[in-house]
Every structure is written in C-alpha cells, then in structure tokens.
C-alpha cells in the first residue's frame, strides 16, 4: 500500500540527487573534477539506499509509524488517530523504530 510509494521515493530520492550532482557539475565545469572526488556524494546515496532497506525490515507497525512520520510529514496525533492508538503509543513506536535504525545503521558500517 503506502510502503510501495516509499520505495519509488528512495529511488526518486538517489535519482534526484544524482540529476543535481551532475547539472551543478554542467553549470561549473571547473568545480566538476572537485565536484567528483568530494567524499560522501556516494556515500550519502549509499545511506539513504540503506536506510530504506533498513525500513523495510522494521515491524509493521514502526515501519508504519515512521513512513507516515517522516515521508507523509504526519503528525503524532494524525498518526494516533490514523492508526487507532495514543499518541504515547505512536511515540514509542517512533522511538524503538529510530532505536533499531540507528544501531543497524551503526552496525552497518563497522
């Protein structure tokens, strides 16, 4: 349902950070060569590639909780209500979700 429009935002989401990577690069070719070799460019594609399948793998209800949070821009209550629990339950979803996300991401990376 809504989890498919997340991962055509993901992919949206790299595309569209590359298209600007390379039309910055167009507009100064002088800055392009730098442009290139700076770190994390990649890097931060590579990290949101990851993060959104770090998202997919999360419980049904964190993954829930977190898509309508930061992709549909919700608030806690529009959540709590969406969803048909309180808004202490809603954020405690968020916190356990951004938890497991952080140390996987952590983790990850070692």
């Known amino acids: 349902m809504a989890w498919r429009s ?3 935002l993901a ?11 390379w039309q910055r690069a ?5 800055v392009a060569t730098e442009a290139l070799d700076e770190p994390g460019t990649d890097a931060e594609i ?16 964190q ?7 930061f992709v549909d821009q919700k ?3 529009e959540i709590a209500q969406e969803l048909g629990r309180t808004e202490g339950a809603v954020k405690q979803l968020q ?4 938890q ?11």
């Open 100 to 110: 497991t996300l952080r140390t996987r991401m952590r983790s990850n990376h070692e």
């Open 63 to 69: 993954r829930l909780v977190i898509v309508r949070r």
């Open 95 to 98: 916190f356990r979700a951004l």
């Open 11 to 21: 992919v949206a989401d790299c595309s569209n950070a590359l298209a600007d990577r």
């Open 75 to 77: 608030s806690v209550r």
């Open 26 to 30: 167009a507009r100064s070719p002088e």
């Open 6 to 8: 997340v991962r055509c």
């Open 46 to 61: 590579e990290r949101r590639a990851m993060l959104f399948q770090l998202v997919d793998r999360l419980p049904l209800d």
